[in-house]
C-alpha cells in the first residue's frame, strides 16, 4: 500500500528566505504525488501534481515541488517565503487505483 | 472550492446520539469521499463512493455509515456519536477516473462529541 512521509511537524523561515517541505512516498508502482495547503478554518486547496514529466513541478502562489525518483521525495520549495504562505501543508500520494493517502502535515511559519 | 458544500459547519453532540452529515456539490463529480482530520495523522478517508449508490469503505470506516442517493449530496451518518470521533470531517469530490485527477474539498465540518 502506499504512504507518505513529512518528516517535520514545524517548518520555520524568515520572509524572503527560501522554504522547503519535505515528503517522501512508498508506492508499489508509478506515484502520483500532490502538495495541498491548509488555511485557518478552511478545506485543503490543491498546489500542484506530479504525474510523469518534468521533475520539476510549477504550481500555485509561486510555489513548485522537485521529484526525485531515487530518493522517493518529493519536496516543497518556494524561493522567497511571504509571511502569508503560512499554513498547514499536505503531501499525499495516490497509487492504482483511487485510494490517496496524505502526509499528517507540516505547519509552516513565515516570520516577517 | 469546486462548488463543495458542507453542513452543518459546526455540531456539538452527546455520546450514544445519531449524526449526520452533509456533503454537497455542484461539479456533477462521480467520485466523492469522507475524510476525518486529526492532530498528527493527517487526513484518514472513511468511505467514499464512486457513483449513485455504489460506496466502499476506507481506512476508518468502523462506526460510520454513508448513503449517496443522488450525485450531488453524500451523506455521513455516526451511528451512535463515540467521543473517538470528535474530529473535523472534510468531504472532497473527483471528477475524473482516478489516477492523475485532483481531488477538491469542502470547508469541513467540526464535530464534538461530549
Known amino acids: 500500500a502506499q504512504s507518505v512521509a513529512q518528516p517535520e511537524d514545524q517548518v520555520n523561515v524568515a520572509e524572503g528566505n527560501p522554504l522547503t517541505v519535505k515528503c517522501t512516498y512508498s508506492v508499489s508502482g508509478n506515484p502520483y504525488l500532490f502538495w495541498y495547503v491548509q488555511y485557518p478554518n478552511r478545506g485543503l486547496q490543491f498546489l500542484l501534481k506530479?504525474?510523469?514529466?518534468?521533475?520539476l513541478v510549477k504550481g500555485s502562489y509561486g510555489f513548485e515541488a522537485e521529484f526525485n525518483k531515487s530518493q522517493t521525495s518529493f519536496h516543497l520549495k518556494k524561493p522567497s517565503a511571504l509571511v502569508s504562505d503560512s499554513a498547514l501543508y499536505f503531501c499525499?500520494?495516490?497509487?492504482?487505483?483511487?485510494?490517496?493517502?496524505f502526509g499528517a502535515g507540516t505547519r509552516l511559519t513565515v516570520k516577517p | 472550492d469546486a462548488g463543495i458544500t458542507q453542513s452543518p459547519r459546526h455540531k456539538v453532540t452527546e455520546t450514544g446520539t445519531p449524526v449526520t452529515l452533509r456533503c454537497h456539490q455542484t461539479e456533477n463529480h462521480r467520485y466523492m469521499y469522507w475524510y476525518r482530520q486529526d492532530p498528527g495523522h493527517g487526513l484518514r478517508l472513511i468511505h467514499y463512493s464512486y457513483g449513485v449508490k455504489d460506496t466502499d469503505k476506507g481506512e476508518v470506516s468502523d462506526g460510520y455509515s454513508v448513503s449517496r442517493s443522488k450525485t450531488e449530496d453524500f451523506l455521513l451518518t455516526l451511528e451512535s456519536a463515540t467521543s473517538s470521533q470528535t474530529s473535523v470531517y472534510f468531504c472532497a469530490t473527483l471528477g475524473g477516473l482516478g489516477g492523475t485527477d485532483t481531488q477538491y474539498f469542502g470547508p469541513g465540518t467540526r464535530l464534538t462529541v461530549l
Open positions: 499525499a500520494v495516490r497509487d492504482i487505483g483511487n485510494d490517496m493517502r
Open positions: 506530479y504525474i510523469t514529466g518534468d521533475n
